[in-house]
C-alpha cells in the first residue's frame, strides 16, 4: 500500500497534462492540513494515531515511505546490517520543533517548509524527479513521431530556480544518507510531523507487544528495528518512536512480539549513556541550513535587480496570508499549465523562499485557468471559482511610455492591447497617425498577457500586497473581452 500511495503522489507532482487535477493525498498530509486549519483532516490523523500508533509515518507521509526505500536498497547492499536500541533524545525532537513554532510566528515560513515531511518531498519531486519524467516523455514523442504516431508530445524543461533545485538536492542527499544508514533517525529526531504524532503514539491503543514469557532476548526484533525504539534487553518498546512498519514482528522467532490492544503504562524512562547517533543528525542538519545561505544571498542579489511588488497567485488573497500557510510544497509550481508560478527568490523577504511567485517570462496566466487554487493542500491558496477569479485583481498593469516601440522607434505596435482579455489597455491617438497604449488599471486582472508578449517590457504587472477587486469592462462594440492562445 506505500508503495502505491508514493506512486499517487510523485506523479501528482510529475504529470503534466492534467490527468490528475485535484489529487486527494496531498490533502490529507498532516503539514498542510495543520496549515489549512483543517479541523476535520487532523482530527482523523490524530485519532488514527491514537488507535493504531505512527501508522501514518510508514503509510501516508512521502518522505517516511521514501526513506523506507533507502532503507530497503541498504539491506540488498549490505545483507548483514543491523540496527540497535538507542535511547530517546526528547531535547532534540521537541527542540526543533520549538524553532520551527518560533520560526513560523515570525514569519519565517521557509524554515519550516524546509523540514516539514510532505513538502521536503514535494520539492524533491518538482525540482528533480519531474525533469527526468519530462526528459523521459520527450524521448517517447520523439520516438513515436518517427512511428508515424503523436500520441506524446514534446514540453518544456526548464531549471525553475536555483534555490529550489539546491535546496531538493541537499534535501535528498542528506535525508537519502541518513535513512540509507540510520534507518528512521530523521523521522525520530528532526521531523515535526513525527515528534506530534509520536506524542500522541505513546497513548495509541494497538501497539507492539511483547510477550516476557516467550522473549528470550535474542536481540533480533532489537536488531531489525529501524527505529532504534525496541530494547530487547529489558523488554520495552518507546512507542513515541514507533513507525509500525512490522519488520519487527517478521524477524522474531519465538512469535514473541504482536499487534494489538495494550493497557496503558507508564513511559519507559530513558538514558542517555551513550552519544545518541542524533546529535550527529542535529549537526548535519545545522549544516544543510548553513548551506543554504549562499543560495538565499543569490535569490536577494537576483531580486535586487527587480524592485517591483511581486505577485502572489490569485487565490493567495495577500502575501500575508501566503506567508502564513504555504509550506512550499510547489505542488501549484508544477501543476501551471502556463509555467507562469514559480519559486519565489528574496521577493517575498527570506521567510518566503520558495513559496510561489508569478513570473511572465515564459508565459502567461490563462483567464479560465484556476488550477493552482484546486490544488494547493495547505489553504495558501484558498480554492476559487473561475468567475470568482475574473474579477479577483492580484496585480495591475503598469505601463512605461518612455520605451514603448511605439514612442521610440515610432511604429505601429498594440500586441498588448491584443492581448488584454479585459480592455485594461486600449489603444489610443499619437503622433504621425500611430496609436499607443493607454491603461485602465482598476479593470486590470494581473494575467499578465501584456507583459509577456510586449517586446520592450513596456508593460509589466505589479502586484498588489492585498488582492483587490477587479472592475468589470465596459461593453464595447469595438472592443471585445476574450483569452488568447499563445501557443501553450
Not at 180 to 195: E, K
Not at 251 to 257: E, H, L
Not at 258 to 275: I, Q, R
Not at 437 to 451: A, F, I, N, Q, S
Request: hydrophobic fraction near 40%.
Amino acid at each position: 500500500m506505500a508503495i502505491a500511495v508514493i506512486a499517487i503522489l510523485t506523479f501528482g507532482f510529475l504529470d503534466f497534462a492534467g490527468i490528475i487535477d485535484n489529487p486527494l493525498l496531498q490533502k490529507i498530509q498532516f503539514g498542510p492540513a495543520l496549515f489549512s486549519v483543517s479541523i476535520v483532516t487532523l482530527v482523523c490523523l490524530i485519532a488514527g494515531t491514537l488507535i493504531f500508533g505512527r501508522l501514518y509515518c510508514s503509510v501516508v507521509c512521502p518522505l517516511g515511505i521514501f526513506q523506507d526505500l533507502f532503507n530497503w536498497l541498504s539491506k540488498k547492499f549490505d545483507k548483514k546490517k543491523k540496527y540497535g536500541y538507542k535511547p530517546e533524545q526528547p531535547w532534540l525532537r521537541w527542540g526543533v520543533l520549538a524553532v520551527l513554532i518560533i520560526a513560523w510566528v515570525c514569519g519565517f515560513t521557509f524554515l519550516v517548509g524546509l523540514l516539514e515531511p510532505y513538502s521536503a518531498y514535494g520539492r524533491m519531486a518538482d525540482e528533480l524527479f519531474r525533469p527526468i519524467y519530462l526528459f523521459g516523455n520527450n524521448l517517447l514523442a520523439i520516438i513515436s513521431e518517427k512511428m508515424g504516431s503523436y500520441r506524446f508530445f514534446k514540453v518544456v524543461i526548464s531549471l525553475k530556480s536555483i534555490t529550489a533545485f539546491v535546496v531538493a538536492l541537499l534535501t535528498l542527499l542528506v535525508v537519502g544518507h541518513i535513512s540509507y544508514h540510520h534507518g528512521r533517525t530523521w523521522c525520530n529526531t528532526i521531523c515535526p510531523v513525527g515528534t506530534l504524532l509520536g506524542f500522541f503514539s505513546r497513548f495509541s491503543l494497538l501497539r507492539m507487544r511483547i510477550d516476557k514469557d516467550k522473549c528470550n532476548h535474542c536481540l533480533a526484533c532489537q536488531r531489525k528495528c529501524k527505529a532504534f525504539c525496541i530494547d530487547s534487553a529489558n523488554q520495552k518498546i518507546d512507542y513515541s518512536r514507533c513507525v509500525d512498519c512490522f519488520d519487527c514482528i517478521d524477524s522474531c522467532k519465538q512469535k514473541a512480539i504482536s499487534y494489538g490492544p495494550v493497557k496503558c503504562t507508564k513511559t519507559t524512562v530513558k538514558t542517555a549513556d551513550n552519544v545518541d547517533e542524533s546529535k550527529r543528525q542535529f549537526l548535519k542538519s545545522t549544516l544543510v541550513i548553513a548551506a543554504l545561505a549562499p543560495a538565499a544571498l543569490e535569490a536577494k542579489v537576483a531580486g535586487t535587480k527587480d524592485t517591483r511588488v511581486p505577485m502572489s497567485p490569485p487565490g493567495s488573497i495577500s502575501h500575508k496570508n501566503l506567508l502564513q500557510h504555504c509550506t512550499a510544497c510547489h505542488l501549484c509550481v508544477s501543476k501551471c499549465p502556463s509555467h507562469v508560478l514559480k519559486p519565489a527568490g528574496m521577493e517575498y523577504g527570506l521567510g518566503g523562499i520558495m513559496q510561489p511567485v508569478m513570473k511572465f517570462d515564459q508565459g502567461y496566466c490563462n483567464y479560465d485557468c484556476n488550477l493552482c487554487s484546486q490544488v494547493c493542500p495547505a489553504g495558501a491558496i484558498r480554492p476559487i471559482t473561475v468567475e470568482q477569479k475574473h474579477s479577483t485583481q492580484p496585480g495591475r498593469v503598469v505601463f512605461n511610455k518612455d520605451i514603448c516601440v511605439v514612442n521610440v522607434n515610432r511604429t505601429s505596435c498594440g500586441a498588448c492591447a491584443e492581448h488584454c482579455p479585459v480592455q485594461a489597455i486600449h489603444m489610443v491617438p499619437f503622433q504621425g497617425g500611430l496609436t499607443i497604449p493607454e491603461t485602465t488599471p482598476d479593470l486590470c486582472v494581473g494575467c499578465g498577457g501584456c507583459e509577456f508578449i510586449c517586446p520592450v517590457k513596456a508593460v509589466h504587472i505589479e502586484g498588489n500586497p492585498i488582492h483587490l477587486e477587479a472592475k468589470a469592462p465596459e461593453q464595447d462594440t469595438n472592443i471585445q473581452t476574450q483569452d488568447f492562445d499563445f501557443g501553450f
